[in-house]
């Protein structure tokens, strides 16, 4: 059983292009939480998305837009790249919302 | 606002010696409370979570965290430490066991041989 995908494994982009990671959840889980995880920091809640909705929402600006896809895999989309969008950006399943989630190994994202 | 602290940045523990972990948070309610684990290159292991009952939990890998509320305190424990143990660890608080969960700084553990 692949616990949870996340692709491409690092992307290199210039500020002001746009990105769309990718995350495909553990088998039986139909929820997807998205967090950024700068150098040196914990990770941050950005969203999470259940039933192809976007549940709840972390303190992230408008830039940051996900999508849930009826096989319940996910997309996080960053436009208008800053050097602060640099990051390690982690996904996470879980079965519903109160079951423990299961994280990917990341996406490292550097903006130049 | 919820909110979790890591004191140590940084600590250095010789194999075979015990380990102590410091999380301090801050929460209007009764938390969920979390201890990750983040080996270079992977994602986030749970070692152990509380949200009820005994207030000493255990987890995998041998580790355990005690909550104390009147110190607003989970920290985590190890009585001896294996090389494979050295990594970086997340304390965590939520609402619920994934939902708008607020990560601390981390506390990277080095084990000397």
């Known amino acids: 059983d692949a616990g949870v995908t996340q692709s491409p494994t690092h992307l290199i982009k210039t500020r002001g292009q746009q990105v769309t990671l990718r995350c495909s959840p553990k088998?039986?889980?139909?929820?997807v939480s998205w967090y950024q995880q700068a150098l040196g920091q914990g990770p941050q809640f950005i969203f999470q998305y259940y039933e192809e909705e976007e549940r709840q929402r972390g303190n992230f600006p408008d830039r940051f837009s996900g999508h849930q896809f009826p096989n319940y895999s996910s997309e996080l989309n960053v436009n208008a790249l800053l050097l602060g969008d640099s990051a390690l950006y982690l996904c996470?399943?879980?079965?519903?919302?109160?079951?423990?989630?299961?994280f990917g190994p990341g996406t490292r994202l550097t903006v130049t | 606002a919820q909110s979790v602290t890591q004191p140590d940045i940084h600590i250095t523990v010789s194999e075979g010696a015990s380990l102590e972990l410091r999380c301090n948070y801050s929460y209007g309610a009764t938390p969920y409370l979390f201890w990750y684990v983040q080996s270079p290159g992977q994602g986030l292991q749970l070692l152990l979570k509380y949200f009820s009952g005994d207030t000493l939990v255990q987890g995998i890998k041998g580790f355990e965290a005690e909550f104390k509320r009147s110190q607003s305190s989970f920290n985590l424990r190890k009585p001896s430490v294996h090389w494979s143990d050295a990594a970086e660890y997340f304390c965590?608080?939520?609402?619920?066991?994934?939902?708008?969960?607020?990560f601390g700084a981390g506390t990277r553990l080095t084990v000397k041989p």
């Open positions: 996470a399943s879980s079965f519903g919302s109160d079951y423990e989630q299961y």
């Open positions: 965590a608080v939520g609402p619920n066991n994934n939902n708008d969960m607020r």
């Open positions: 088998s039986g889980h139909d929820t």
